[in-house]
């Protein structure tokens, strides 16, 4: 059972919020605090496994308590429960396991213990990094999926497209920005418009007049400017050219 803290400035919002994380048999202590300061002061004599934080609360903001949380040594999961899907991508900097609309549903909020119990799951032996969290606004929600899902991004304009195996989703991040923050995880850009993954590589073909990568069932091209790049890049990892 998981620990949490519940942190708003609106009485009935904690409320509804701690009924239906009690319903959980996941969740055990919960905590409550009125404002980001009171949040402060709590978990500094008692420190939880997660926190579920509202964004606008006066004095300390949700996300001024996040920053504040990474001086802690011990650090709580971090879940942004709020009425304003602007703030997805600043959640997703400062790596939130999840970002929850208002109201909350409960088969929602369900999902993002199981969340928070992943995250807070030790690594098997051998075992990779879950990978780090993207926000991905999907109608009036916003949806969380991890980076190691993604298999290729596609450049649309200032936002750019990622393709997993379960669909695509469109972030409004340009590809440039994403080639930079995400080459040490193993992305690498193979034309202006694309930046693949190479653990999803099942092909590469290089040495034609047309040089092209296959991820899953799509064939991407790569462009002559690129290839010198994706060769020194091939050269320090496991994936090989095949013909």
């Known amino acids: 059972m998981i620990s949490v803290l519940v942190a708003d400035d609106e009485q009935p919002a904690i409320d509804e919020l701690v009924?239906?994380?009690?319903?959980?048999?996941?969740v055990g202590v919960i905590h409550q605090a009125s404002s980001g300061?009171?949040?402060?002061?709590?978990?500094?004599?008692?420190?939880?496994?997660?926190?579920f934080l509202d964004?606008?609360?006066?004095?300390?903001?949700?996300?001024?308590?996040?920053?504040?949380?990474?001086?802690?040594?011990?650090?709580?999961?971090l879940?942004?429960?709020?009425?304003?899907?602007?703030?997805?991508?600043?959640?997703?900097?400062?790596?939130?396991?999840?970002?929850?609309?208002k109201p909350v549903r409960a088969e929602r909020l369900q999902?993002?213990?199981?969340?928070?119990?992943?995250?807070l799951r030790p690594p098997a032996p051998d075992a990779s990094p879950a990978g780090e969290m993207i926000a991905v606004p999907l109608g009036g929600t916003t949806r969380?999926?991890?980076?190691?899902?993604?298999r290729y991004v596609q450049a649309q304009g200032d936002y750019a497209r990622l393709h997993t195996e379960g669909g695509t989703h469109l972030v409004r991040v340009p590809i440039s920005d994403l080639e930079k923050q995400w080459a040490e995880a193993g992305f690498v850009r193979v034309h202006r418009s694309y930046l693949v993954a190479l653990a999803h590589v099942s092909r590469i073909r290089l040495g034609s007049d047309h040089p092209a990568v296959v991820v899953g069932d799509v064939e991407l091209?790569?462009?002559?400017?690129?290839?010198?790049?994706?060769?020194?890049?091939?050269?320090?990892s496991s994936?090989?050219?095949r013909p």
Do not use: C, K, N
């Open 19 to 26: 009924h239906l994380l009690g319903q959980d048999p996941r």
């Open 37 to 51: 300061a009171e949040a402060v002061r709590l978990l500094t004599r008692e420190p939880v496994d997660a926190a």
């Open 55 to 77: 964004i606008h609360m006066p004095g300390l903001s949700g996300f001024d308590l996040a920053r504040a949380l990474q001086r802690f040594e011990h650090r709580p999961a």
């Open 79 to 101: 879940v942004f429960v709020t009425a304003d899907e602007e703030g997805a991508l600043e959640a997703f900097d400062l790596a939130a396991v999840d970002y929850l609309l």
């Open 111 to 119: 999902r993002s213990v199981g969340r928070i119990v992943e995250a």
């Open 144 to 150: 969380m999926i991890r980076r190691d899902e993604v």
């Open 221 to 236: 091209p790569v462009s002559r400017r690129m290839l010198p790049g994706l060769r020194d890049r091939l050269a320090q």
């Open 239 to 241: 994936v090989r050219p």
